[in-house]
């Protein structure tokens, strides 16, 4: 039988094979562990997170290698990308990829540049670990997408996976990779089960995987969007119509490819990115398509993304912005005329 864990678990156990075989691997962040110098030892594992994704981690780990910080984001990416110059792998948790704004000053003139400007002697084998994504409620400093940001850095890989396998071996990749990675983790994912090798594995760097082969429409799909458009291709499939969704994976290194490969097959694409419209990965697969796969098409580029706005807190208002089902069949139909 496969076994079945959760997108949660599966981003814990990467990080337990992670640490387990590689004592330089630590962990740091806000509210990981709790209580961690105190009296009161019951205080111990009261946290593990905002997700409880490292709970535990301190019996096994000890205090030296999972570490919880003060709430400064400056803080500890900056002591994440200092340690990581010096032999260590930190993983940092940034609760929020909205609160990347704190630190960026990090990710642009620090982390991604170090190895450039030091021609290749310096390694910055940095992870940072961080959720995005609406549909929880949380209005708008807690609820965006916001991984353009990064993909824009020279010097970063970003890599959102939507399933708790490429998870778990996406991860273990970043972690051993000797550039900065982010790791995107959509909340509406950590619950999804799925089946997941137990042996340690590392997914390719840079590759995306077909999830559904087919030859009239191609989707090209992020994170939680991947499900909803499988979910719009089965009921096209009653129809006849067979649609091929593509999984990037990796956003930087970005697998072209693969894109251009599909959609030289089926003539027609949609691209699907819950990012805001504006330089979003959306538009810069859009602008690939448009400069290489030009030749392919047979009908023009539909591109369905998250308003050009903050994310509503109003539950009514979230459900518009958010990207869903009907609003994918819609878009399916329209290039289908």
Same mark, same amino acid.
């Given at each position: 039988m496969e076994r079945l864990i959760t997108y949660k678990d599966a981003i814990s156990e990467a990080l337990k094979i992670a640490m387990r075989k590689d004592e330089n691997v630590i962990i740091l962040g806000e509210d990981l562990i709790g209580g961690t110098g105190k009296e009161d030892k019951s205080l111990l594992d009261a946290w593990g997170g905002p997700f409880t994704v490292t709970k535990g981690f301190i019996h096994e780990f000890g205090p030296k290698r999972i570490l919880d910080t003060p709430i400064s984001e400056t803080a500890f990416i900056g002591a994440a990308i200092g340690a990581s110059m010096v032999g260590l792998r930190p993983v940092a948790e940034l609760m929020y990829i909205d609160f990347i704004g704190v630190c960026f000053e990090l990710f642009l003139n620090q982390a991604g540049k170090q190895r +450039?400007? @030091?021609?290749?002697?310096?390694?910055?084998?940095?992870?940072?670990?961080?959720?995005?994504?609406?549909?929880?409620?949380?209005?708008?400093?807690?609820?965006?997408?916001? +991984?353009?940001?990064?993909?824009?850095? =020279?010097?970063?890989?970003?890599?959102? *996976?939507?399933?708790?396998?490429?998870m778990k071996g996406g991860l273990l990749t970043s972690i051993r990779s000797d550039n900065p990675v982010l790791v995107m983790e959509h909340r509406i994912l950590y619950d999804k089960k799925g089946p997941v090798p137990e042996e340690d594995y590392e997914l390719p760097i840079g590759k995306g995987d077909i999830k559904r082969a087919g030859n009239d429409l191609t989707i090209f799909a992020i994170g939680v969007l991947v499900d909803k458009a499988l979910n719009v291709a089965k009921k096209f499939e009653d129809k006849g119509i067979s649609i091929e969704i593509i999984d990037p994976i990796w956003l930087v290194p970005l697998d072209k490819d693969l894109i251009l490969s599909s959609l030289e097959k089926t003539g027609k694409i949609l691209i699907l990115d819950e990012d805001n419209p504006r330089c979003s990965v959306a538009n810069d697969i859009g602008a690939l398509i448009a400069c290489e796969g030009l030749d392919y098409l047979?009908?023009?580029?539909?591109?369905?993304?998250? *308003?050009?706005?903050?994310? *509503? @807190?109003? =539950?009514?208002?979230?459900?518009? +912005?958010?990207?869903?089902?009907?609003?994918?069949?819609?878009?399916?139909?329209?290039?289908?005329?």
């Open positions: +450039y400007m @030091f021609g290749g002697q310096s390694k910055n084998p940095i992870t940072v670990r961080t959720t995005y994504g609406c549909g929880w409620r949380e209005a708008a400093q807690h609820s965006h997408t916001n +991984y353009s940001l990064v993909c824009h850095l =020279p010097g970063w890989y970003v890599i959102a *996976p939507s399933n708790p396998s490429d047979e009908k023009p580029v539909k591109i369905l993304t998250a *308003p050009n706005t903050p994310v *509503p @807190f109003s =539950p009514v208002l979230e459900d518009e +912005y958010n990207i869903s089902e009907e609003d994918i069949e819609k878009a399916v139909n329209e290039i289908l005329g």
